[in-house]
């Protein structure tokens, strides 16, 4: 299962070779996380977890 390179307006998603690369995209907020964001972030983690080849997970802000 490989995990997909994603965008929404507060969560940016991507894979650069066995690196995940979460960012997160609220600068207006600070990246202060909401209730909808980290449920979010947390389905992107396991889907991450998941794909043998992802062997780091890096989050970010903008």
């Known amino acids: 299962m490989a995990l997909s390179n994603s965008s ?3 969560l940016l998603v991507e894979t650069k070779g066995k690196v995940a690369v979460i960012t997160l995209n609220r600068p207006d907020r600070f990246n202060a996380i909401s209730t909808a964001m980290l449920n979010e972030l947390s389905a992107k983690i396991v889907e991450a977890n998941k794909d043998p080849d992802v062997r780091c997970i890096v ?3 903008s």
Request: proline share 0%; hydrophobic share 15%.
């Open 59 to 61: 989050l970010t802000g």
């Open 8 to 10: 929404t307006e507060e």
